[in-house]
């Protein structure tokens, strides 16, 4: 066999290059996307699979070799064509039309056995025209972060991109923000749609109505797809996807996560998360807390989060007005704070054992006294939830200072005058309003809504520092698989 031939006959046997991929985007025409080609690596070391979204896809992951990602997702053997996405978009405030998938592309959309299409979106597989002064690459850690965050906010519930694989590429790149030379690695990420606010905002920067709505209904008919047959179909996509970021934010803020870079060109136009750069968890509730060191005025800080995803909304209006009645738009942006604050409390009550009704000011006053706890002392927001739910016990109905007695956080701070309105309201709830049944559903729904596990800097430090110093990955695949095992299936 000549080796032409012998990389047919790998492509042909490859079960990601026997998909079904359905040329969605593509169809729309090239105004949305430039055909590009990955670049070549010295190396090919699969560093990462996430077997658990093979069977999504149809695949058994036994049924797929290493070696098949390789080929497919490393050295993008036999797939054409590879498109480079169009966008602009608002970063830090300031409109940017010089954006674009400057270090990767759509690689395929694939439809999931669930009936979602999927897009494959790579990240760190060279350049395009849209790389500006950058190489177009990835840093390892980079793509080892970007799955830790997808993995833990999976777990958690929240809407979420996930990452298929990374490849490591054997080249040495230059960082300011990381010790220089690092590794190099492609990732492949899964994901709803890589159709962003800022792909609309590039159509209206072009005056170009015809584009936005052809892109409009392509999305509609595949992210919305319940709303094709509504007469106000477009007005009550705008609405959707108000409650959809509302609830992807409110998500974000419950589970403790900051996002870090939130520019319109990292919101998704389906109302997934994705693209997880600077991202940090938070330490403690510290509602200045920022992911980003070059985010220097704070912007994108933990407390502004929902009022940024609010405003990108809002900038969005300009460009779907071609399309859609400002009007109905800004009745659609009103319905934001409320369907915040109602998922918000929703989860923060879940996350504290409470999935029942609750008298409405005893619920408001718990959320506040927890809190005004949280925000006075730099007690960790992990560990508060997870000793909650690891101490649960049926003693905390019957006496408030049974509450956190056994965990560090009450012994240290039990004594305090927050910690004492907290477990007094906490224990006020469970005495007078919850029954002996309910006990047990409070303690499932504790376990369930705070994984013991965390993410937190210190923690992605201590896996990496070994990949880093000795190429040992074990701590981290450890650390991966605790955090899918820790996913809760239960509903409540
Ligand atoms: P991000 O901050 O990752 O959302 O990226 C913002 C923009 O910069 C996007 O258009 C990226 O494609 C581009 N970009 C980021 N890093 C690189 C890089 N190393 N090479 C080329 N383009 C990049
Ligand atoms: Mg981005």
């Given at each position: 066999m000549t080796l032409a031939e012998t990389s047919k006959d790998t492509c042909s046997k490859n079960p990601f290059l026997t998909l079904k991929y359905e040329p969605a985007l593509e169809s729309l025409g090239d105004d949305y996307y430039d055909e590009v080609v990955a670049a070549k690596f010295p190396l090919h070391i699969l560093?990462?699979?996430?077997?658990?979204?093979l069977p999504r896809l149809g695949l058994n992951p036994q049924a797929v070799t290493d070696e098949d990602f390789i080929v497919a997702f490393g050295k993008f053997e036999g797939r054409i064509p590879l498109l480079a996405l169009r966008y602009h978009g608002y970063q830090f405030g300031e409109y940017n039309p010089?954006?674009?998938d400057g270090r990767g592309f759509l690689y395929g959309q694939v439809r999931g056995r669930d009936g979602n299409l999927y897009d494959f979106g790579t990240k760190g597989s060279g350049k395009t025209p849209y790389s500006r002064g950058g190489d177009g690459m990835l840093t390892l850690k980079g793509g080892v972060r970007e799955i830790l965050a997808a993995e833990m906010l999976n777990a958690m519930g929240v809407r979420t991109s996930r990452c298929l694989s990374v490849v490591e590429t054997g080249l040495s790149l230059w960082r300011g923000?990381?010790?220089?030379p690092t590794r190099s690695c492609v990732m492949v990420r899964m994901s709803?749609?890589?159709?962003?606010f800022g792909t609309f905002e590039r159509l209206h920067y072009f005056q170009r109505p015809d584009l936005t709505k052809k892109l409009l209904d392509h999305v509609i008919e595949q992210y919305y797809s319940h709303l094709v047959d509504e007469a106000e179909k477009y007005a009550c996509f705008y609405a959707e996807l108000v409650k959809r970021i509302a609830e992807l934010v409110a998500q974000w803020m419950a589970t403790g996560f900051c996002h870090g870079v939130l520019n319109t060109d990292n919101m998704s136009i389906t109302g997934e998360g994705f693209d997880y750069g600077p991202y940090a968890f938070i330490p403690n509730y510290d509602p200045y807390f920022t992911a980003a060191y070059f985010d220097y005025y704070k912007r994108y800080c933990y407390i502004n989060q929902p009022q940024i995803c609010k405003e990108n909304l809002e900038l969005l209006q300009q460009a779907l007005k071609a399309v859609i009645s400002p009007a109905d738009m800004e009745a659609g942006l009103r319905m934001f704070d409320e369907c915040y604050l109602a998922e918000y409390q929703r989860l923060m009550w879940k996350k504290l054992g409470f999935v029942q009704q609750l008298p409405p000011r005893e619920a408001e006053e718990l959320l506040k006294a927890t809190i005004a706890f949280l925000k006075h002392y730099p007690v960790s927001y992990h560990h508060f939830f997870a000793d909650i739910a690891q101490g649960f016990s049926r003693k905390w109905q019957e006496d408030?200072?049974?509450?956190?007695?056994?965990s560090e956080i009450g012994k240290s701070l039990g004594k305090s005058e927050l910690f004492q309105h907290w477990s007094g309201v906490y224990h006020r709830i469970l005495s007078n309003f919850t029954s002996g049944e309910e006990l047990e559903t409070i303690a499932q729904t504790l376990l369930c809504s705070n994984p013991k596990i965390t993410i937190v800097r210190p923690v992605i430090e201590s896996v990496w520092e070994p990949i880093a110093q000795e190429d040992n990955w074990q701590p981290f695949y450890d650390l991966v698989k605790q955090i899918q095992s820790s996913a809760c299936t239960k509903q409540f």
């Open positions: 560093r990462w699979r996430n077997d658990a979204l010089l954006l674009g923000d990381e010790p220089s709803r749609s890589h159709i962003r408030a200072s049974e509450i956190l007695r056994e």
